[in-house]
């Protein structure tokens, strides 16, 4: 029996064996060079026809069947009482009685309600439950180039571990079990046939905090689904570890002294920081929290960055700022909404026929409403995750350009923007704060001042997110590591302990 460590982000997962020696990363996305990351996103969709309604809705429509019905019964019953003609009251008649039949009939009015609702109805109509029980699913690459090829066909959830500690309604807890128990057993199986041996435990990552405003509350959400989830995979054990601490146990095997470490871990969705005592002593200990001095962190990574990029740059090319007629700007919320891919209640909305409404009349009140019409082609065509997608893009190239030109052609033909690095470091302004305010919070809760500095996750990559931390700590000597694989390389160190 194996253990494997899992690192499920915001943005990208990985699966690390570790056999005491070494790490064996476990290939996930064959359609990547670095096959061993994947998307964290999945796709969910139909091949065919949609499946069966949902109960509440074809009850609905039944109702509504019922009323129209009703109606014709009364009007056959005026017809009744009016006809002086005894030929014409027997087919008024006649008329009264069949109508009854149908009214009473509920197999007939069940098949007309679920006929007529299928002639409407869009995969956007499915609760999430129903589609995760009924649906197909695609990972990785696989699943964003299904969705971008057939957006109409299924769902995109573009990073499910964002909504874990977030208020869901009715089902919508259980929907989110299902899902991630379906990624969790293709990581397991992966494993499984990669490395020979049956794998029955895990050592998931996990965020300080895993929602910004729900507290304890939403972490306990959170590591229940996390843990219904893994059992549902197939994992008969499963244990959590606070991805700053992963990475701690990763860059502790390459230190010589006892060193207290500064780690700061910023990902995709999430800022997680800790200070901890490291030593290779320890090496062998299972239960570190005595070394760790001081933890905290908060919602707040990369993906945000990639929506400020667009409601403080691109949105301007899509009508964000025009004034209308009575001299009020643009609704801002229609950019704010346009990018919310990590709040399915608000995408939702985005996509529905009222707001798709609501656009074409703003539209009518500009000078230029073809701006908007960009705007209301990403509303129509559900593009809002392509576009988040292009932003990240974006906001990589910037790291290693001045200037780029982003190709935003699905939306339009030869729509290019122009961005710069001044855009990019502007748009980032707020969130570098309230990631300096999570460092200096870490650093006066330590007993022990740091005396390294690791930083990792996909934005330490970052020029920009880089000078911003050495200047906030001068003189504290950075250590160097892989912003990518440090944390999954922990959590299979751990994992390994435990097997």
Not at 102 to 119: C, D, S, T, V, Y
Not at 138 to 163: D, H, Q, T, V
Request: include cysteine; hydrophobic fraction near 40%; charge should be negative.
């Amino acid at each position: 029996m194996a253990a494997i460590g899992i690192d499920y982000g915001t943005s990208n997962s990985e699966v690390v064996y570790f056999d005491g020696q070494q790490h064996q990363f476990i290939k996930l996305d064959p359609s990547l060079e670095a096959a061993n990351k994947i998307r964290s996103s999945v796709f969910i969709y139909y091949k065919d026809e949609l499946p069966r309604p949902p109960i509440p809705m074809i009850e609905a429509k039944i109702a509504q069947l019922k009323r129209a019905i009703s109606d014709k019964i009364e009007k056959a019953k005026e017809g009744y009482y009016q006809a002086s003609d005894p030929k014409e009251q027997r087919i008024h008649s006649a008329r009264i009685d069949e109508l009854r039949a149908e009214f009473h009939n509920l197999p007939g009015l069940q098949e007309r309600a679920i006929e007529l609702l299928l002639e409407d109805m869009t995969v956007q109509d499915l609760p999430l439950h129903q589609l995760v029980a009924t649906g197909e699913f695609a990972f990785g690459e696989e699943g964003f180039k299904r969705y971008l090829k057939m957006p109409e066909k299924g769902r995109l959830i573009y990073s499910p571990k964002n909504f874990l500690g977030a208020n869901l309604v009715a089902g919508q807890q259980d929907a989110f079990v299902g899902l991630i128990a379906k990624q969790l057993a293709f990581f397991r199986e992966s494993a499984e046939q990669q490395i020979g041996e049956i794998v029955d435990s895990a050592v998931i990552g996990r965020p300080v905090r895993f929602h910004g405003t729900r507290g304890k509350e939403g972490n306990a959400q959170a590591i229940e689904i996390m843990t219904q989830a893994a059992k549902m995979a197939g994992f008969k054990k499963v244990e959590f570890l606070e991805e700053p601490i992963a990475a701690a146990y990763k860059i502790e095997r390459t230190l010589d002294r006892h060193t207290n470490v500064l780690v700061v871990d910023i990902g995709g969705g999430t800022t997680d920081i800790c200070c901890i005592k490291l030593s290779p002593e320890k090496l062998a200990n299972i239960d570190r929290q005595l070394d760790v001095m001081s933890v905290t962190g908060t919602r707040l990574g990369g993906m945000e960055c990639d929506k400020n990029l667009i409601t403080k740059s691109i949105a301007v090319t899509m009508g964000q700022g025009m004034l209308m007629r009575n001299g009020l700007p643009v609704p801002p919320a229609y950019y704010s909404d346009m990018c919310a891919v990590d709040d399915i209640p608000k995408l939702n909305r985005f996509f529905s026929e009222e707001y798709w409404l609501d656009i074409a009349n703003t539209k009518s009140l500009v000078k230029e409403p073809k701006l908007l019409e960009r705007l209301q082609v990403v509303q129509e065509e559900k593009l809002s995750a392509r576009l988040v997608n292009s932003s990240r893009l974006a906001k990589e190239l910037l790291s290693s350009k001045e200037e780029i030109i982003l190709p935003l052609h699905y939306i339009e033909a030869d729509y290019d923007v122009k961005l710069n690095v001044d855009e990019l470091k502007r748009s980032m302004q707020s969130w570098l704060a309230r990631v300096k305010s999570l460092v200096t919070e870490c650093l006066k809760n330590s007993a022990e001042a740091p005396e390294m500095l690791f930083i990792t996750g996909g934005m330490s990559l970052s020029p920009i997110v880089k000078k911003e931390l050495l200047e906030l700590l001068p003189g504290l000597p950075v250590m160097e590591g892989d912003a990518f694989n440090s944390v999954c390389e922990g959590l299979g160190i751990q994992a390994a302990k435990l097997s």
